[in-house]
């Protein structure tokens, strides 16, 4: 699938540097306009080759302001809310709504290896948002709400990790699923050190778990999986 990203990118990227000789060699009068056209024909294929072949650094100013626009978790009787910076505004869910909740964790692979985890709640009525006060034009103009009954909360949401604590305070059931396990550590098949200098790295290599991808971890009138997605599609 990389491939499929890498030769268009570098196609356009010769075409564009073929154009910046001859407009250099032969003196094509192609104006300011013509000359910013070409080079960003020739070089911004290349700084997008950059970032998916070695990726892009990021800086602490900017993972503070990543880490700012990340969604929060908190709760209390009432139900849970999440916080939405990115949107300016606010979701809430009540406990009394929940019809049920599962818990997902998989692997998706294809050039690269990513793992999709998370809760998602399956609710009778929908969810309420607020508002912030102070919102980002763009948020001010497209400022519908989703009208969907089923919430994704993944692990990428500060608390996240608290979701099993308060499936068992407010909802009264056992929760024994590991929100953070790692699919792709499912059983350990070897471990070798590799020494280069003065620096020892340690290697392990895994059989990515083939379990269940999906669990409930509560269901109020005890319906399966095919039963909630029938229900809710």
């Not at 060699?25 to 080079?39: D, M, P, R």
């Not at 709760?75 to 909740?101: Q, T, V, Y």
């Not at 998602?120 to 009954?149: A, E, G, H, I, V």
């Amino acid at each position: 699938m990389r491939a499929f990203i890498i030769l268009p990118l570098a196609v356009f990227s010769i075409i564009g540097f073929v154009l910046l000789f001859f407009a250099i060699t032969l003196h094509w009068e192609v104006g300011v306009a013509g000359w910013i056209t070409i080079s960003l024909f020739a070089f911004f294929p290349l700084l997008i080759l950059y970032g998916v072949l070695f990726g892009f650094s990021l800086s602490g100013r900017q993972h503070k302001i990543i880490e700012e626009r990340k969604n929060k978790l908190s709760a209390d009787g009432n139900g849970i809310c999440i916080d939405m910076p990115l949107f300016d505004k606010r979701c809430a869910i009540s406990w009394e709504s929940i019809e049920a909740i599962v818990h997902y964790n998989y692997i998706v692979s294809s050039d690269f290896t990513t793992v999709h985890r998370g809760f998602r709640f399956y609710l009778n009525s929908l969810p309420t948002y607020t508002k912030y006060d102070r919102q980002w034009w763009l948020n001010r103009l497209f400022s519908k709400d989703p009208q969907d009954n089923c919430i994704d909360i993944t692990d990428e949401t500060k608390g996240y990790q608290e979701i099993p604590v308060l499936i068992e305070k407010y909802l009264g059931v056992t929760v024994t699923i590991d929100c953070l396990k790692d699919p792709r550590k499912g059983s350990h098949i070897s471990t070798e050190m590799q020494q280069y200098k003065d620096k020892v790295t340690t290697i392990e290599k895994w059989k990515p778990e083939s379990g269940d991808r999906e669990t409930i971890v509560y269901s109020r009138s005890g319906q399966s999986i095919e039963e909630l997605e029938k229900a809710f599609s």
